[in-house]
């Protein structure tokens, strides 16, 4: 897939050391035409829009990987919006499962080997088992290196039912400083937490919030664009019946969504 030529970067520059400051912003801004305020374009109203994902490398499957060599420490990241899918694994350890998504672990997953002092990209020599994670399914990744880097997957028993939201913003308001989108999808019922998002890129997707049931009730949905202003719909909806979802943001209403619904305007 590689979207994230941003992941490879970094395992250059930083040693693969999870990046400890947040991103300035390579999006894109929207400025107003010519003759027209930024209050009259924040003024437009938006929609969010729920997509489901049903496809390998769309849709959310879990996945924990398998330390098998016996010295080594190893990480691997993966094509899903994650610096690390799993950081620093300690030899003959098992990770606990991540979200994340991939229609061809051959090309996604990338391994990294550990010394005291930094840590060197390795190529696999080989991977067997399913490549494509089915949405909705587990899998394992035991990783060994006692002969070649070898990884081989496999699928797991069926997990309990879950739900995996990601966010794709397109923010038309302008912000004179690096500043987030903030998108919160407020979760009926007390017991399960809200889903937030902060996100800088429009190209993009989220990575995957995983929200352990089969459906949610959202009592609310609610955007905080760059330049602050707030947009918000308190019409409650239902989400059932599918592992995933991008909830996508825009001026317009996503085509082929689930559920699309209006984002208020601020007031004036």
């Known amino acids: 897939m590689g979207k994230r030529l941003l992941t490879c970067a970094l395992l ?93 672990m051959w090309t996604d997953a990338i391994l990294s080997i550990h010394t005291q002092e930094t840590c060197i990209r390795k190529e696999f020599a ?53 500043a987030p989108s903030e998108l919160t999808l407020s979760l009926a019922g007390g017991s399960l937490q809200d889903v937030v998002f902060n996100t800088y890129f429009d190209e993009y997707p989220e990575p995957y919030v995983l929200v352990p049931a089969s459906a949610v009730e959202i009592d609310s949905v609610r955007f905080v664009d760059r330049s602050g202003a707030a947009h918000e719909s308190t019409s409650p909806i239902v989400i059932e019946g599918g592992a995933g979802y991008t909830v996508h943001v825009a001026p317009e209403p996503e085509e082929g969504a689930e559920i699309s619904i209006a984002l208020d305007a601020p007031a004036e």
């Open 126 to 178: 080989d991977i067997t088992g399913p490549l494509a994670l089915e949405p909705g399914h587990a899998y394992g990744i035991h990783v060994s290196v006692a002969e070649g880097f070898v990884a081989q997957i496999e699928e797991d028993p069926q997990p309990e039912p879950f739900i995996g939201f990601r966010a794709l913003v397109t923010d038309p308001a302008a912000s004179s400083a690096p």
């Open 12 to 104: 250059v520059l930083n040693g693969c050391a999870p990046a400890g400051e947040e991103p300035t912003s390579t999006g894109t801004s929207t400025q107003p035409p010519a003759g027209t305020t930024t209050t009259e374009v924040e003024a437009k109203p938006l929609h969010a829009s729920f997509v489901r994902e049903d496809a390998p490398g769309a849709g959310p499957a879990l996945l924990r990987m398998f330390n098998d060599s016996e010295t080594e420490v190893l990480s691997l990241t993966l094509d899903d919006g994650q610096e690390f899918t799993f950081y620093l694994v300690e030899p003959l350890t098992v990770t606990d499962y991540q979200v994340t998504t991939s229609d061809d």
